[in-house]
């Protein structure tokens, strides 16, 4: 559960003194507006509701500079995040990390749309106060994500120093990880890479795309599993972990993730003279896991096999090749 309530004026403006000069927009924003946390500032300012001047200021890391005039036009949310009894799956768990395989339509923290139902909820009912406070308070435990209809292993911390040390592992790219993906269409090669910058999409908020606002370098590697007439499984493993990034760089090459109409795949398959619903969710599912243990540093494997509703789908789509 979680409760919230909007406060602050709707219109804040800041002037740069010569001091700060040179600061990012985000931490400048952090010292004028103390009540803020610096990831709602992040997130007013990718929404565009910060000016610098004249115009709106989408990149959290730009500099300011003496004289601009910084403006925020946001109310700001207090939200609490309350335990509950949600189902659970944990396929490991020790003093410092816990393994969770997540369903599809769960949401990982609360935010925009989720209000309730999240795993935080559920991994506050479970482990209490035993999850690290480096995310904050809506975000206890959480070192990385998964979209909400992606399903799969999810590594959470259980305290500060686990969290900093599985944290240092994801910006080294030590951490391995494998989606299983099925995709419209045949992929040309059975193995390849695509490397392409990932960003906001600027005019549909929701997505992401290739060069969009504040892009960041992204790669992907991937595997043909299996050939179907219409379709290919992969195996794919992201070296970076930008938002969205399989779908994107999937839909870049116009092999569209199976599911996922918010990049355009269709919302019906046509197969064998007859019209088929789609799946309900993406067919993306994080599979597989492999890091050294955030205390010892001994290796750590986990493995997730496909959901039932990914396999039967699957089933579903050889009967018709038949």
């Given amino acids: ?15 740069v003194a010569e001091a700060e000069a040179g600061q990012r927009l985000d931490v400048f924003l952090t010292r004028k507006m103390p009540e803020w946390s610096r990831s709602q500032l992040q997130r007013i300012i990718r929404q ?5 001047g004249l115009r709106a200021a989408y990149k959290a890391g730009e500099k300011v500079e003496v004289e601009d005039v910084v403006a925020v036009r946001a109310k700001r949310e207090i939200v609490t995040v309350a335990p509950e009894k949600l189902p659970l799956t944990i396929l490991y768990e020790d003093e410092d990390l816990v393994v ?12 925009a749309g989720a209000r309730s139902g999240t795993l935080v909820n559920a991994l ?10 480096v995310g904050g308070e809506l975000r ?7 979209d909400k209809m992606t399903s799969g292993l999810i590594l959470v911390a259980k305290n500060d120093q686990a969290h900093r040390a599985l944290a240092d592992q994801f910006k080294s790219h030590s951490v391995r990880k494998h989606y299983q993906v099925l995709v ?7 193995r390849g890479e695509i490397q392409a910058a990932v960003g906001r999409d600027p005019v549909r908020r929701v997505r992401m795309k290739i060069g969009g606002i504040g892009a960041r370098e992204a790669l992907t590697a991937y595997r043909v599993v299996r050939r179907l007439p219409h379709f290919t499984l992969v195996e794919a493993q992201p070296h970076t972990g930008r938002t969205h990034q399989l779908r994107v760089h ?16 269709p919302g019906k398959l046509r197969l064998g003279g007859s019209e088929f619903p789609t799946l309900a969710r993406n067919f ?3 599979a597989q896991i492999e890091l050294a243990h955030p205390r010892t540093g001994a290796p750590l494997s986990f493995s997730s096999p496909l959901p039932e509703e990914l396999a039967d789908f699957l089933a579903f789509l050889e009967r018709q090749d038949r």
């Fill in 250 to 265: 999937f839909a870049s090459i116009h092999h569209l993730v199976v599911g996922d109409k918010i990049y355009g795949a």
């Fill in 184 to 190: 419209h269409g045949q992929l040309e090669k059975n």
């Fill in 140 to 146: 206890p435990g959480i070192v990385h994500r998964l």
């Fill in 48 to 52: 565009g509701l910060v000016n610098v």
């Fill in 100 to 111: 969770v395989d997540k369903p599809a339509g769960m949401v990982v923290h609360v935010g």
């Fill in 124 to 133: 506050l009912h479970h482990l209490g106060d035993r999850l690290s406070s």
């Fill in 1 to 15: 559960m979680l409760g919230s309530m909007s406060q602050d004026p709707e219109l804040r403006e800041f002037v």
């Fill in 284 to 286: 993306l599912h994080a």
